[in-house]
C-alpha cells in the first residue's frame, strides 16, 4: 500500500512540474493578432524613409508559427465627385460611382507581398528585414497590434538606376513634338497649302490660349520654360521636379515634395512612371486659394464631357494609374538645336497617345465647340490672331480624321539635358 501511495506521489510531483512548465512556455508572437486590413483610417501609420506615405493599404496575415506575411498596395481612388464637380447642376447627381486603382509605394509593383517574422508576445509584435522584387530592394521594419499596424520602408534602391540624375529643362526647344501623317492641307490667301503635321502643331502650340505668369502674358511653351526648371530621377525611384511658383510674385523656385511620382526602368529605352493621385490631389489642396480663372468658364465641361469617349478614357486611365504610363527616352529630335550627348527627350509614344486622342477627337466634330476654341486662341494670340483663325480653324475640323486615318506616327514629350 506505501508503495502505491510513493507511485501517486511521485505521478502528482510529475503533473504539478509538467502544469508550472506548460504555464511557463512564452505564447507564441501574434497569437492573438487576427487577420486584418489596415488603412490610414484604421489603425494604419505607413511611412517612406520616415516620411508619411498616403493612399496605400497593408494586409496582415498571420500564420500561428510566429510569422505572418504583410501585403502593401495602393488604395482605390474616388473621383465621382471629381467627375460630378465638373458635369455640374442635376447632371452631378447622375454620376455613377467611379473608383480607379493605384499602385503600391514601392516603384514597380502594384502590389508587395512581404514575408515577415514576429518578435513579442501574443498581441503585440514587432518585425524588421529586408526583401526584393522585381526592381528593386528595400528594408522595412514595424510593429502590430490587433488595432494598429506601424510600418516603415526605407532604403529602396532600383536595380536599374542608369537614368539617375538630374535634368534641367532645355529651355530653347522644351518640348518634342513628332505627328507624321498625310500633310494637312488648307487654303491661304487663295491658295491651297500642304503642311506638316508636326510643323502644324508646333505652330497651334504657339498659338496656344496665352498663359499669366508673374503678371506677364506667355505662350504654352515660353510657360513651360519659365515654370519648369529640373527634374530628378533618384536612384530610389522617386521623380521630383524644381519648378518656379506663379502664385508668388518672383516666381521663387519650389522642390515638389517625394511621393508624387515613382518610376522604374522597363527595358527598351523605357521607363514606367507612377502617379500617386491621393498625393498629388493632397498637395495641391495645401496650394488651394480663393483665384478663379475666368477663362475656364469659356466651355462646357459637361458639355465636352458628353462628346468624349469617357468610358474610353477611363479604361485607359485604370491602366496606367496601375500597371505605370509608358515613358520613352532617348535622343532629342529638334531641327532647331545642336546635338548634346547630355540631351535626352522623355516622351509619349504613338501606342500611348493615338488612342486617347481617338477618344477626344468626337469634341472637334461640334462645330459649336470648334469656334470656342478659335474664338478663344484668337483672343489672346494677340497679333497672330489672323493665323490662329487661318491654321486652326480648319486644323479643328480635319482633327478627327487625322487621328482616326492618317496619323502614322505620334510622339509628345520634353526636352531635358542631364547635369
Not at 500500500?1 to 505521478?11: D, R
Not at 487663295?190 to 502650340?205: A, E, F, H, N, T
Not at 515613382?262 to 480663393?290: C, H, M, W
Amino acid at each position: 500500500m506505501k508503495k502505491f501511495a510513493y507511485l501517486f506521489a511521485v505521478i502528482g510531483i510529475a503533473c504539478m512540474f509538467t502544469a508550472c512548465s506548460n504555464d511557463d512556455d512564452p505564447a507564441m508572437p501574434g497569437a492573438s493578432i487576427p487577420a486584418k486590413t489596415y488603412t490610414a483610417a484604421d489603425g494604419l501609420t505607413l511611412k517612406l524613409d520616415g516620411t508619411e506615405a498616403a493612399g496605400q493599404i497593408v494586409s496582415f496575415t498571420p500564420s500561428n508559427d510566429g510569422k505572418a506575411t504583410l501585403s502593401i498596395k495602393g488604395a482605390p481612388l474616388d473621383i465621382s465627385s471629381i467627375i460630378g464637380g465638373m458635369m455640374g447642376g442635376s447632371k452631378a447627381d447622375q454620376t455613377p460611382n467611379l473608383t480607379l486603382p493605384t499602385s503600391s509605394v514601392i516603384p514597380g509593383s502594384a502590389e508587395v507581398t512581404i514575408p515577415v517574422e514576429l518578435t513579442g508576445d501574443a498581441s503585440s509584435c514587432s518585425f524588421a528585414g529586408s526583401t526584393e522584387t522585381t526592381y528593386c530592394t528595400f528594408a522595412y521594419e514595424g510593429k502590430v497590434s490587433e488595432g494598429a499596424l506601424d510600418l516603415n520602408l526605407s532604403d529602396i534602391k532600383l536595380k536599374n538606376t542608369s537614368i539617375a540624375g538630374t535634368y534641367d529643362l532645355m529651355s530653347d526647344a522644351p518640348l518634342r513634338i513628332v505627328w507624321e501623317g498625310d500633310d494637312f492641307q488648307f487654303e491661304a490667301y487663295g491658295q491651297k497649302v500642304d503642311y506638316r503635321l508636326s510643323y502644324l502643331i508646333q505652330m497651334m502650340v504657339g498659338m496656344a490660349p496665352m498663359i499669366d505668369i508673374d503678371n506677364e502674358k506667355v505662350t504654352v511653351t515660353q510657360a513651360l520654360a519659365a515654370v519648369l526648371k529640373s527634374v530628378t530621377f533618384g536612384e530610389d525611384g522617386s521623380v521630383t521636379a524644381v519648378y518656379a511658383d506663379t502664385e508668388t510674385p518672383g516666381l521663387p523656385e519650389v522642390t515638389a515634395p517625394k511621393g508624387l511620382a515613382r518610376y522604374v526602368i522597363d527595358g527598351n529605352n523605357t521607363i514606367r512612371l507612377f502617379l500617386s493621385p491621393e498625393a498629388i490631389i493632397a498637395a495641391q489642396a495645401s496650394k488651394a486659394d480663393d483665384n478663379t480663372n475666368e477663362e475656364s468658364e469659356a466651355f462646357d465641361p459637361s458639355v465636352i464631357l458628353g462628346k468624349i469617349n469617357i468610358e474610353g478614357l477611363i479604361s485607359k486611365v485604370v491602366t496606367m494609374l496601375s500597371a505605370g504610363i509608358p515613358l520613352h527616352y532617348g535622343d532629342v529630335v529638334n531641327d532647331a538645336v545642336e546635338p548634346d550627348p547630355n540631351a535626352v527627350s522623355f516622351y509619349l509614344g504613338k501606342e500611348t497617345i493615338l488612342p486617347i486622342l481617338k477618344d477626344v477627337a468626337p469634341i472637334c466634330e461640334d462645330p459649336e465647340l470648334r469656334n470656342q476654341i478659335v474664338d478663344l486662341a484668337i483672343s489672346q494670340a494677340g497679333e497672330m490672331g489672323p493665323l490662329a483663325q487661318m491654321f486652326m480653324a480648319p486644323a479643328l475640323e480635319a482633327f478627327p480624321n487625322i487621328v482616326n486615318n492618317t496619323t502614322t506616327e505620334v510622339q509628345f514629350g520634353l526636352n531635358l539635358k542631364k547635369q
